[in-house]
């Protein structure tokens, strides 16, 4: 008997969630516009250029042990 008002209450808070944000982001209720770096594809498309041509440096990768939450560098076989 209560599962029904949950599941009734859950579909109808991510209704009135949806509602919500359509009419801030789409319809735009308090003002604003959409930037032109968002609208813009071609801008958007040559940013994605430079980005991907910026060379990639870091340092060796990394391995997250969740139980103790210690990082431990990956050694390959070779460097053993």
């Known amino acids: 008997m209560a599962t029904k008002y949950i599941i009734s209450a859950v579909l109808g808070s991510f209704a009135v969630a949806y509602a919500c944000d359509i009419l801030t982001s789409d319809k735009k209720i308090f003002g604003g516009t959409?930037?032109?770096?968002?609208?813009?594809?071609?801008?958007?498309?040559?940013?994605?250029?430079?980005?991907?041509?910026?060379?990639?440096?870091?340092?060796?990768?990394?391995?997250?042990?969740?139980?103790?939450?210690?990082?431990?560098?990956?050694?390959?076989?070779?460097?053993?």
């Open 34 to 80: 959409t930037p032109k770096t968002v609208a813009n594809k071609e801008w958007w498309e040559e940013t994605d250029k430079k980005f991907q041509a910026w060379p990639r440096t870091a340092g060796p990768p990394v391995v997250m042990n969740p139980i103790s939450r210690q990082n431990f560098i990956v050694k390959s076989q070779s460097e053993s």
